[in-house]
């Protein structure tokens, strides 16, 4: 009886033992996602690292969480030293990076984690203006900053500008626009926002374009290599990422940090 007990957890141990899974996230403060150091460093502290303990509770997954340039965290989740990205947004190139959720072939954005905006950032003396649809007062040598690696480089090219994108982060981008390195900015809006508010001097040289210039929707990617070993199919992780987004402790935990960025943003 003994020996047959023995086997028989001998052949379910694989079955139950801990499933790990190591998640990139950029090295770079994005608040309220990830706090900020001050030198714009991030933190292992903010809304990403809240998605991810309760993620990991709820799966009984260990999660364990690299902060990374993001260029490297794209390079590793392709070859598989990484199993997923938190908080990435869709490129038709990425998807040979790994698997976002889809629906019929195209990324299903009831399965994003979030939403963020972009806007426009000129010099506060610029005559640049925004209408929506087309940028007036532009030339083919205007020269765009961009965080480095980020997707929405590819639109401002569609839209025959030059890109810059050495710069990593958006304070910098900024503080390049300030001193006329770049004629134009393409930011996250909450982030830059809230930099431009927490610089008054900064603040007197850039303004921000309105109508906002594009709405996206941020995704976990798992890469191939990892959704190949799982022992969980991926429509399962889908359906716990997402129950882990609309979970009253995460919501809770939103509403909260949006709030303290908009007071802060405010004051």
Excluded at 48 to 56: M, R, T
Excluded at 97 to 117: C, I, K
């Amino acid at each position: 009886m003994l020996r047959i007990l023995l086997l028989a957890l001998a052949i379910s141990w694989p079955a139950v033992q801990a499933e790990t899974l190591r998640v990139c996230l950029n090295d770079v403060g994005h608040p309220p996602w990830r706090d900020s150091d001050a030198q714009g460093k991030a933190k292992r502290s903010g809304l990403d690292f809240v998605f991810l303990k309760l993620l990991g509770e709820r799966s009984g997954v260990r999660i364990d969480v690299d902060l990374l340039p993001w260029k490297r965290c794209l390079a590793d989740v392709k070859s598989g030293n990484q199993d997923a990205i938190l908080g990435i947004s869709y490129l038709l190139e990425r998807e040979e990076l790994g698997h976002y959720p889809q629906l019929s072939g195209q990324p299903d954005p009831s399965l994003a984690v979030r939403f963020d905006r972009y806007a426009w950032y000129a010099a506060a003396d610029s005559g640049i203006h925004w209408d929506g649809k087309i940028l007036h007062g532009v030339t083919a040598e205007t020269l765009v900053g961009v965080p480095s690696g980020y997707s929405i480089a590819v639109q401002v090219k569609q839209l025959g500008l030059k890109v810059d994108d050495a710069a990593r982060t958006s304070q910098a981008n900024l503080e390049k626009l300030a001193r006329g390195r770049v004629q134009l900015a393409a930011l996250q809006a909450r982030e830059a926002d809230q930099l431009l508010a927490m610089s008054p001097k900064l603040a007197q040289q850039v303004r921000r374009l309105e109508p906002l210039f594009q709405d996206r929707a941020y995704y976990m990617l798992f890469s191939r290599l990892f959704v190949a070993r799982s022992q969980r199919p991926l429509p399962l992780w889908w359906r716990e990422v997402v129950a882990v987004r609309d979970s009253a402790e995460y919501r809770r935990a939103e509403s909260a940090a949006l709030k303290a960025l908009e007071d802060a943003i405010k004051d």
